[in-house]
């Protein structure tokens, strides 16, 4: 089993549709958790940042967490064309790693 | 600006050959990473410092060598043990011993020729 669990997709919808994205972990452990954007050939940049339990929100960008089910969530309102990308998340029990998902990969259609 | 830079964007490898990525940070972080990034697995941990002049073996650390020799400087040489080097590398950083986060670099793509 993998530390972390993650959807590949595609998901594809609309402009302006609320997207869901999430990711299962195992290790009770984690503290920290971060969801990151990545367009093609280029590097993961940090959207949301969430430590232990509850929610974030940033703008368009909401990240849950919820550590009695051991899952991780963000939610992306009003989505537009720019936000077609792949959605990593990545968690950390401040040891020495990061455990990352596979990704998502997300297409808003205009 | 601080950031992470990488160099160069594209590499290509010959056969038999030794090649060096280059990350640089300057935000003064204390810890750096490698990672291997292939379509549909993600990122597999190469190698990893939280100081100068140490660094650990991370999942697939075979076919590759680290230095790090300055905080600001985390080179990946990637050796010509290693057969199948094709792929995006990433490097990241992240500062104190939480380490509650990193940030990455641009990555460098890396072909054989």
């Known amino acids: 089993q993998k530390e972390v669990e993650q959807d590949p997709g595609p998901l594809s919808v609309p402009e302006g549709a609320i997207v869901s994205l999430n990711c299962t972990y195992s290790n009770s452990a984690f503290q920290y958790f971060m969801w990151y954007r990545q367009y093609s050939r280029k590097g993961p940049e940090l959207l949301m940042y969430t430590y232990s339990s509850g929610n974030k929100e940033d703008g368009r960008f909401t990240a849950q967490v919820d550590k009695s089910s051991k899952y991780i969530s963000l939610f992306i309102r009003d989505s537009q064309p720019s936000d077609s990308a792949t959605y990593l998340c990545?968690?950390?029990?401040?040891?020495?790693?990061?455990?990352f998902g596979t990704g998502t990969s997300l297409t808003v259609i205009p | 600006d601080g950031g992470i830079t990488q160099s160069p964007k594209y590499l290509f490898r010959k056969e038999g050959q030794n090649v060096t990525l280059s990350c640089e940070q300057n935000l003064n972080h204390d810890a750096m990473y490698w990672y291997r990034q292939d379509p549909g697995q993600g990122l597999r941990l190469i190698y990893y410092s939280q100081i100068v002049n140490d660094f650990q073996k991370g999942d697939i650390a075979e076919g590759y060598s680290v230095s790090r020799e300055k905080k600001e400087s985390f080179p990946l040489t990637v050796t010509s043990a290693q057969k199948n080097p094709t792929a995006f590398y990433l490097c990241a950083s992240s500062r104190g011993k939480t380490q509650e986060t990193q940030y990455f670099g641009p990555g460098t793509r890396l072909l054989v020729l």
């Open positions: 990545a968690m950390s029990d401040t040891g020495n790693q990061f455990y």
